[in-house]
Structure formats: C-alpha cells, structure tokens
C-alpha cells in the first residue's frame, strides 16, 4: 500500500527566505505520481506542482520546484522567495497508476510566514 | 474547461439527521470520482471513490454511503448523523489516464454535526 510521510507539523519562515518542505513516500509500484497542494484557510486544494515517478529532471512551476530523490523516496517541495500569502498548509500526495487512481495524501504541514 | 461544483458549503445538523452532499462535474466525461474528509488540522482521508455510474468502493467502515446515479454527480448520505461525522468534505475527480495527472476538488463543505 502506498504511504505519505510528512514530519514537520509546522514550519516558520520569514519573508522572502526559501523554505523546504519536506515529503517521503512509500510503495512497490515502478509508475506513479507525486502532487503537492496547498489548502488556506478557506478549505479549498489548490494544485501546485506535479512530478511524475519517470521524470528525469525535477518539476519547477513558478517559486515552486520538487526535489525528487527516488532513490531517497523524497519529494520535497521548495518555495523560493516566499510571500505572506504562501502561509497555508500543504500537502505532498500520491497517485498510484491502477484502477480508481486514487490519491493519498500525507498529514500536512502547516507554514506559516512571518513579516 | 472543467469545473467542480459541491454544496452547500457549511452545514449545521443535528445528531440522527440525515444528509445528503451533492458533487457535480462539469467540462469531462466518465471521470473518476472521489470523497474525502478532513478532521480540524489533519490530512485528507478518502471515503468513497467511483470509477462509474453505480460503481462505488467504500474505503473505511463508517456510517456514510455515496453514490453516482449520473456520470458526473457523486453523493455523499448519510441516514442518521453521528458527532464523529462532522468534518471537513472534500469531493475531487481526476481522469483516468496513464501517466496520471492531478486531481481537482471542489470547494468543500464543513460539516458540523450538533
């Protein structure tokens, strides 16, 4: 079965400093996905960035980049210049390639950013 | 292009009450389609997930059923409320390809159950 790991319940950072969030991962399938997304306090998952298990090179989409180590199985997601309005909380996921597809999803960390 | 639709958005219910949360997908055919709850400050567990119309494969025992009786709506009921269903619903869908894509979720409604 597949597993998400985030350990950082919390994270603080200052404005305009990049920030690691960290995310392993778990499972015996060669082929599958790996997502991040953020949820502010409105509730809605907003999709930010997607790495496929067969990519060779890292997905960058923005300030956002993933730093995918499959050998590690980590998929850390990176802020780069971060902003008052990247506080939220955020989840790293998979998606495995059978059936139904479906999407787990870690316990989250919680980031905020400080003036 | 695609959309997600899910009311209402807050709902305060008494215990033993039934409920019904409706999901629709507008823009896609065939989508695959999902549940998931959110307890206060924790990570997305999934409920419920349909491949297609009436084909629905519940992931955890609990005191809620769904349902697709339409390609691209998915319900979430329940015939009698518990205090342990209020929470944070989440309706999502994604198509079915390979290599997969993101899922896309709906607004959410925050479930209160008093």
């Known amino acids: 079965a597949q597993k998400i790991t985030q350990t950082q319940p919390g994270m603080f950072v200052q404005e305009k400093e990049a920030v690691t969030l960290d995310c392993t991962y778990d499972?015996?399938?060669?082929?599958?996905?790996l997502f991040w997304y953020k949820q502010p306090s409105s509730g809605e998952m907003i999709f930010l960035i997607y790495q496929g298990s067969y990519d060779q090179q890292n997905a960058t989409e923005g300030r956002y980049s993933l730093n995918f180590q499959k050998a590690r199985k980590s998929a850390n997601l990176v802020i780069s210049a971060s902003q008052l309005g990247d506080s939220a909380m955020y989840f790293c996921?998979?998606?495995?390639?059978?059936?139904?597809?479906?999407?787990?999803f870690g316990q989250g960390t919680r980031l905020t950013i400080n003036p | 292009s695609q959309t997600i639709h899910q009311w209402p958005a807050t709902l305060v219910q008494p215990v033993g009450s039934p409920l019904s949360l409706e999901c629709t997908v507008e823009g896609t055919s065939n989508p695959n389609l999902y549940w998931y709850r959110q307890a206060a400050g924790r990570g997305l567990q999934l409920l419920f997930y349909?491949?297609?119309?009436?084909?629905i494969s519940s992931e955890v025992p609990q005191n809620l059923s769904a349902s697709r009786p339409q390609d691209r709506q998915f319900i979430l009921s329940s015939k009698k409320l518990l205090l342990s269903d209020s929470g944070f619903y989440l309706c999502?869908?994604?198509?079915?390809?390979?290599?997969?894509?993101?899922?896309?979720f709906g607004q959410g409604t925050r479930l209160t159950v008093v």
């Open positions: 499972t015996s399938d060669p082929s599958y996905g």
């Open positions: 349909s491949v297609g119309i009436g084909q």
């Open positions: 996921a998979m998606r495995e390639p059978q059936g139904a597809q479906k999407l787990v």
């Open positions: 999502a869908w994604s198509v079915p390809r390979l290599p997969v894509t993101e899922a896309f």
